[in-house]
């Protein structure tokens, strides 16, 4: 029974470019969370998807970051003309329910961005 | 000011000694996590709970839901338990403590 798979796990890009990063949830699970840990620093929430619906997107900056959990395929969060401020690593964890809190949640390895 | 926060922010043992790590919280729960981030990044999801006491192995897991504080023990700590513990809460939010830092000593 596979994990939670992110692809690529480490990606470079140059300023103004697009970043891409995928996240395939356990079997079963039908719930995907985006974190971001910038260096040095704590993790922090970005969105919460379910199939094809965002559910809370809060967490996410206003511009150029965007997310999707389609009825087929991965989860991919999107950056948009990346910067140097978006070097992080993105981690997705998946879930196979929603309840009234985020109840316990399987990580992915992680996705490290690197804006050169 | 965090809406969690945890001690200590750096802590080193030596191989076999109990650690404790704590977590307080300023916000209204539903369950808190314990999360275990490995030097190569990868992160493990170790406890969720939402009250009493969790045990896992050598690893424990209390809250206070009162006293919006949990800790995290680690009995008979081995080199291999070297690695950044996290403490997170979810409620209408997930938030996150900045991690302490454990190195044990053989």
């Known amino acids: 029974n596979a994990g939670v798979m992110q692809n690529p796990r480490h990606l470079v890009r140059r300023r103004g470019q697009e970043a891409r990063l995928r996240c395939s949830p356990m079997k079963g699970h039908s719930h995907v969370y985006w974190y971001r840990q910038l260096p040095e620093e704590g993790l922090k929430f970005m969105v919460y998807l379910q199939k094809e619906n965002i559910i809370d997107e809060s967490g996410m900056p206003k511009e150029r970051f965007s997310a999707e959990f389609p009825k087929e395929g991965p989860s991919i969060l999107r950056i948009q003309q990346v910067v140097r401020g978006d070097s992080a690593a993105y981690f997705c964890?998946?879930?196979?329910?929603?309840?009234?809190?985020?109840?316990?949640?399987?990580f992915g390895p992680g996705t490290r961005l690197t804006v050169l | 000011k965090n809406e969690v926060e945890q001690s200590p922010q750096n802590l080193t043992a030596q191989e076999g000694e109990f650690i404790t790590i704590n977590c307080s919280y300023s916000?209204?729960?539903?369950?808190l996590h314990w999360l275990q981030q490995h030097p190569g990044g990868g992160i493990v999801s170790l406890f969720m709970?939402?009250?009493g006491k969790k045990k896992h192995g050598r690893l424990i897991a209390t809250i206070n839901i009162q006293e919006k504080h949990s800790s995290l023990h680690i009995t008979a700590s081995h080199p291999r338990d070297s690695a950044v513990y996290i403490c997170a809460v979810s409620g209408n939010q997930f938030y996150f403590g900045t991690g302490t830092s454990l190195t044990v000593i053989p």
């Open positions: 916000v209204g729960i539903s369950a």
């Open positions: 709970l939402s009250s």
């Open positions: 964890a998946s879930s196979p329910r929603a309840s009234s809190s985020y109840n316990e949640q399987f």
